[in-house]
Structures are given as structure tokens and as C-alpha cells.
């Protein structure tokens, strides 16, 4: 069912940076898997997205790549890949894609970490997934979330 940020929150969509965050847990004490979004003013349009090359991806990807480690550093985290960009899709929309691996916050598990970026009509869709790999059901449950996710 498509679901608007205002039918949720009672906030209008002309709030410059809202998000939603949902948890997955183990036997409620541990997440194993996170999905996020937050809306953003635009930073790049669909048609750009269209037209991208392989070196617009990977400029890109620099510039996202560079904030990343000192972001999980904050979080008591870190990088445990490479961060990998592409052009992707959510659903059939098109998306800028970031992925990597990092190291859990309370354990030493390995974690996969995937960022979609989607330019809706007026703002910046930023999906991120997060999901403990040693968890088969959290990863089902994240990919169940991508086939359904649908931005109006």
C-alpha cells in the first residue's frame, strides 16, 4: 500500500530532513538488521542517474566513501570492505547504490551495509539497509523490504 511520509508521521513532506527507521531483533536484546530512511533535498536527479558514467559513479563514490569510516568511528564501528558503488534500482526507481561491510557495534560480526540513493520529484530518498550476515532470516526479511518499498 503506498504509504506517504505525512499519512505516517502528521508531518508534511515539506520538512527538509525526516527519517523512519525500523529494527529487527534477536530475542529483542540484538538488531540484526536495520532498514532507515531519510528524505534530503535533492543532490542528484533521476536524469542525472540515467546519464551517468562510470566515472560520475565513481566521483561519486569518493566523496561518499570519504565520510563513511569517520562516521562509523562515531558508532564505535569500522570499515571492514572496501565501499563499492553502482547505479542500482529500488523497485524499478532508479538509485545511486553504496555498499560495504563493516564490523558490529556490540560484537565482531560482519554486517553489510547498503545505501540507495533515490531522487524522488521535490527530495532525496536515502534507504539504508543494514543487516548481521550470520543472520539468513535478517537478510530475507531486508530483501523483502526492497521488493515492497515504493516512494510517491
Same mark, same amino acid.
Given at each position: 500500500?503506498?504509504?506517504?511520509?505525512?499519512?505516517?508521521?502528521?508531518?508534511?513532506?515539506?520538512?527538509?530532513?525526516?527519517?523512519?527507521?525500523?529494527?529487527?531483533?534477536?530475542?529483542?536484546?540484538?538488531?540484526?538488521?536495520?532498514?532507515?530512511?531519510?528524505?534530503?533535498?535533492?543532490?542528484?536527479?533521476?536524469?542525472?542517474?540515467? =546519464?551517468?558514467?562510470?566515472?560520475?559513479?565513481? *566521483?561519486?563514490? &569518493? #566523496?561518499? %566513501?570519504?565520510?563513511?569510516?569517520? /562516521?562509523? @568511528?562515531?558508532?564505535?564501528?569500522?570499515?571492514?570492505?572496501?565501499?563499492?558503488?553502482?547505479?542500482?534500482?529500488?523497485?524499478?526507481?532508479?538509485?545511486?547504490?553504496?555498499?560495504? =561491510?563493516?564490523?558490529?557495534?556490540?560484537?565482531? *560480526?560482519?554486517? &553489510? #551495509?547498503? %545505501?540507495?540513493?533515490?531522487?524522488? /520529484?521535490? @527530495?532525496?530518498?536515502?534507504?539504508?539497509?543494514?543487516?548481521?550476515?550470520?543472520?539468513?532470516?535478517?537478510?530475507?526479511?531486508?530483501?523483502?523490504?526492497?521488493?515492497?518499498?515504493?516512494?510517491?
Amino acid at each position: 500500500f503506498p504509504v506517504t511520509i505525512a499519512s505516517v508521521t502528521g508531518v508534511p513532506q515539506s520538512e527538509k530532513n525526516l527519517s523512519l527507521s525500523a529494527n529487527a531483533n534477536r530475542e529483542g536484546k540484538l538488531n540484526t538488521a536495520t532498514v532507515k530512511v531519510v528524505f534530503t533535498d535533492n543532490m542528484i536527479e533521476s536524469d542525472d542517474l540515467r =546519464h551517468f558514467s562510470r566515472s560520475d559513479v565513481d *566521483d561519486v563514490c &569518493e #566523496v561518499i %566513501s570519504s565520510s563513511i569510516a569517520p /562516521a562509523l @568511528k562515531k558508532i564505535n564501528s569500522e570499515l571492514t570492505s572496501a565501499v563499492s558503488c553502482s547505479l542500482s534500482s529500488v523497485n524499478g526507481a532508479p538509485a545511486f547504490l553504496a555498499e560495504f =561491510h563493516r564490523k558490529g557495534i556490540l560484537d565482531n *560480526d560482519d554486517w &553489510e #551495509v547498503k %545505501s540507495y540513493q533515490l531522487p524522488l /520529484a521535490e @527530495k532525496m530518498a536515502v534507504l539504508t539497509v543494514t543487516y548481521n550476515v550470520t543472520s539468513q532470516t535478517s537478510k530475507n526479511e531486508i530483501d523483502t523490504v526492497l521488493r515492497s518499498v515504493k516512494f510517491n
